[in-house]
């Protein structure tokens, strides 16, 4: 339903994975087959671009400006957040981009899923909630990595949103405890998530 | 030489200070400048950096994402051990030597790109071969100093020599011939053989031809010669650059040409043509082609050379004395019998190519990998699909090595993984931190970050 071109560009597979989570919410899926038409989206931070391309049952999503598009604004804080606009597929696109997050702890469970055995990775992640005094442990081991945060700032890192996990770390989204070698396993398992993993 | 060897001919030599030198994953040519007593005290342990000698980018931005080889910890130190056999007076007072990196256990770092061609060639040796090389320098060299062509964010410079067309021009103005005389006349005094220079295709661009040699003492003369080229340039207040491409003008390569020599002399003749070693190294450089892209072209930059017709391959394939296809086999002379390797752009680390291209040969030869069929004609403009084309991206070239089952039998595993840690980061830095649109041609992104430092 949510398809890519060949050798897409960060920007394309992070928008797709957005899409994707979209479609998983039912009136979100159904707004894809309703929505016939292209928009063009142009960062607002820096020169990435991407067009959206529906047909009815499905979405492309391809890097760059359609020929002769009138470009919509694309915000990525929150991520993703579409410029004002009349434009009736622009205004779908807006509702695809930022769908619900989920909860911290599916969140929390995916990322684990996808990355954990794999070289460098913590043999146990411990994730907490610092609104819930919460804690979710994953694996186990003394090869341990924390990551403390607020409910949604958990979701959203690790679901994929922001472009590095290392920005979310060094601007205050999160805090964590463990080694250099780990920061920068997460930092790889958070680009798996965030592109599509 | 032992230690007080070294301390005497630095006092014979009159030297004051010493440089070790290096190349990091980039190519860019990093060290450090010691006192003498400093460097004499390091000749066993080595010389203490910063594991981001092997962890920063070109932007001096942490590349994370990979998973961290032992040798990586909180800024752990690795040593650069200088090798006394590249001992040199570098500039009166100043000597220099080239090093290798090892961890503080005394293991040889598995990244390090002198590291991986030494011990390529330590397998040729075993092998009972002796692994030759010659490398092309192409460079642009600029009329301004780079101070202005920094303040100008490398754009809308001059050309040194003109603007006139063609190639192999000898009618250039003086301070073209005065910058390329003082290159040679440096080259000379450092004793770094040298075997020609011309005129190259595009405007401003220049080409330097290190002689054949080992391989190693090849790569390492490369290395040297481009920092002659920068600094004979910074002198004489004018600019270089090694990119690729710097303009829409024609690219720049570093095509590197390989033989395997045995007691016989050259392994690679046969009166016939091509030897069964030649046909075997060839065998296993075809076979990881694709993958050794993304050491050929290891930067954004890198991929604008691929125009079809203006001299870089595009298509994955070899030919007899065929300079349209990514290697040309040249044949039928005892001496001259080699292979011209034609994919790496000018940005390219000389030492990752080279032990790629040459580990691969040999793992060819180890294991008889018969070559396909030599490429017959232009291997430009062909029908699409016909032939594999080379990767034309730095992810699709990543995706190729991803996929490459000879490299991290010849490279490691260590290498190979690291290596593509920080390719995605390439990638992931040009489209997320300024770069822009690959389709819209070069970027003020590319220029800033690879212009003085590839």
């Not at chain 2, 066993?44 to 000698?53: C, L, N, S």
């Not at chain 2, 016939?272 to 076979?287: C, D, K, L, N, W």
Request: aromatic share 10%; hydrophobic share 45%.
């Amino acid at each position: 339903m949510i398809a890519t071109e060949a050798d897409p560009t960060p920007l394309v597979l992070s928008l797709a994975r957005t899409l994707r989570a979209s479609v998983r919410v039912p009136e979100l899926r159904d707004l894809v087959a309703q929505t016939n038409g292209s928009v063009s989206l142009k960062s607002v931070t820096d020169a990435q671009s991407a067009t959206l391309t529906f047909d009815g049952s499905g979405v492309l999503v391809s890097h760059g400006l359609a020929f002769g598009a009138e470009p919509v604004d694309l915000a990525f804080d929150p991520e993703y957040t579409v410029g004002e606009t009349a434009d009736p597929v622009a205004r779908a696109a807006a509702k695809l981009l930022s769908p619900p997050l989920p909860d911290w702890r599916v969140a929390g469970a995916h990322f684990w899923e996808v990355s954990q055995g794999t070289p460098g990775f913590p043999g146990r992640l411990v994730l907490v909630c610092l609104e819930e005094e919460a804690e979710l442990v994953f694996g186990e081991g003394d090869d341990v990595y924390e990551v403390h945060g607020y409910g949604p700032a958990l979701a959203a890192v690790l679901s994929g949103q922001i472009d590095h996990f290392l920005y979310a770390v060094g601007f205050g989204v999160v805090s964590v405890v463990g080694s250099g070698a780990h920061l920068s396993a997460m930092c790889g398992a958070h680009w798996k998530v965030r592109f599509g993993g | 030489m032992q230690a007080a060897d070294v301390r005497q001919w630095l006092a014979d030599n009159g030297i004051t200070s010493v440089q070790v030198q290096a190349t990091n994953l980039d190519g860019t040519f990093i060290g450090k400048t010691l006192s003498c007593d400093k460097f004499l005290g390091a000749l066993d342990q080595g010389v203490a950096f910063a594991d981001v000698v092997f962890g920063n980018d070109l932007g001096n931005f942490p590349i994370l994402g990979v998973a961290f080889p032992s040798w990586r910890g909180e800024l752990e130190d690795i040593f650069l051990r200088p090798d006394l056999g590249t001992l040199c007076v570098w500039r009166p007072g100043v000597a220099a030597a080239i090093g290798d990196f090892w961890t503080s256990e005394g293991d040889p770092v598995g990244v390090c790109p002198r590291n991986l061609l030494r011990k390529v060639t330590a397998q040729a040796a075993e092998l009972g071969y002796g692994v030759t090389a010659a490398v092309e320098i192409e460079a642009t060299i600029f009329e301004e100093p780079v101070q202005e062509a920094r303040a100008k964010g490398y754009q809308g410079l001059t050309p040194l020599g003109g603007t006139a067309g063609s190639a192999y021009v000898l009618g250039k103005s003086a301070d073209w011939r005065e910058y390329l005389e003082a290159v040679e006349e440096r080259l000379r005094s450092v004793g770094i053989a040298w075997e020609a220079w011309n005129d190259e295709a595009a405007v401003g661009q220049v080409e330097v031809n290190v002689p054949v040699g080992d391989i190693v003492d090849v790569a390492d003369r490369w290395a040297r010669t481009r920092q002659v080229m920068r600094e004979v340039a910074y002198e004489l207040g004018h600019s270089v650059t090694f990119m690729a491409k710097w303009s829409d003008a024609w690219g720049q390569a570093s095509h590197l040409n390989v033989s395997l020599a045995d007691t016989e002399g050259n392994a690679f003749y046969s009166p016939e043509g091509a030897s069964e070693v030649m046909r075997h190294f060839i065998g296993g450089v075809m076979a990881a082609m694709a993958g050794t892209t993304s050491l050929a072209l290891p930067f954004i930059t890198s991929y604008r050379r691929l125009v079809p017709l203006e001299g870089p391959p595009t298509t994955i394939t070899w030919g007899h004395h065929n300079k349209s296809t990514a290697v040309r086999a040249v044949t039928g002379h005892p001496a001259y019998s080699r292979i011209e390797y034609r994919l790496p752009g000018s940005d390219a680390n000389v030492y990752l190519v080279a032990a790629a291209v040459a580990g691969a040969g040999l793992y060819g030869v180890i294991n008889r990998v018969e070559p396909p069929a030599p490429f017959a004609g232009m291997a430009w403009g062909l029908p699409e699909g016909s032939v594999e084309q080379v990767p034309a991206t730095i992810s699709q070239a990543a995706a190729a090595l991803e996929a490459d089952k000879i490299l991290p039998e010849v490279l490691g595993e260590e290498f190979v993984t690291y290596w593509l840690g920080t390719r995605r980061w390439e990638w992931i830095a040009f489209h997320t931190m300024g770069g822009g649109d690959l389709d819209a041609g070069l970027t003020a992104w590319e220029s800033a970050r690879y212009f003085e430092l590839v």
